[in-house]
């Protein structure tokens, strides 16, 4: 959804307008894996121009998307409160304005693109890691297994690699 702010911008200073735009997005894409969003409220956006061709965006959202545990790999429903707070001066070049932005992409032109301000806002907050609950047990790491549901029969005893070579020499006794 793109909202044109030509309607901001000829419009009288210190007056907001208010728009409510419904998220369309079905997913975002993080690190080159496709996450799906549900439960998206509609953002509610509040832009009015201060001073001069600078405009104020404020507003909000809430999201919840679907990331898989960090150790078992089950869907985690994990909710965003977005809390939109953005200042663009109009006036300078659109490539300046992307720089100051830190390259934000969410307005061309006059055009506001809705859709990719909440995706910015969304991979602004996204976590380095989620858990399905703090003490996950993951996944057997010989056979897979999820180790929340039952416990496997693999032998879970690690080596210090440092052993290997004295282990392999153990091994060699036995078979003889």
């Not at 304005?97 to 061309?108: C, K, M, P, V």
């Not at 032109?109 to 890691?129: F, H, S, Y």
């Amino acid at each position: 959804m793109h909202i044109q702010l030509a309607d901001v911008l000829f419009g009288e200073e210190g007056r907001p307008i208010h728009y409510e735009i419904p998220v369309e997005r079905e997913s975002v894409e993080v690190g080159g894996a496709c996450f799906a969003l549900s439960e998206k409220s509609p953002a509610i956006l509040d832009i009015v121009r201060t001073d001069g061709q600078t405009v104020k965006i404020e507003g909000s959202c809430q999201v919840s998307a679907k990331i898989p545990c960090g150790r078992c790999l089950r869907e985690v429903e994990t909710p965003f409160k977005l809390a939109i707070s953005r200042e663009v001066d109009m006036e300078k070049p659109e490539e300046e304005r992307i720089q100051e932005l830190d390259g934000a992409n969410f307005i061309t032109g006059t055009k506001l693109d809705v859709e990719q301000l909440i995706c910015n806002e969304l991979l602004a907050q996204w976590p380095m890691r989620v858990l399905c609950k703090e003490d996950c047990k993951g996944l057997c790491s010989r056979c897979g297994a999820d180790l929340n549901v039952s416990p496997c029969d693999c032998d879970r005893t690690s080596l210090d690699p440092r052993m290997a070579a004295i282990s392999d020499i153990f091994s060699r006794f036995k078979e003889e």
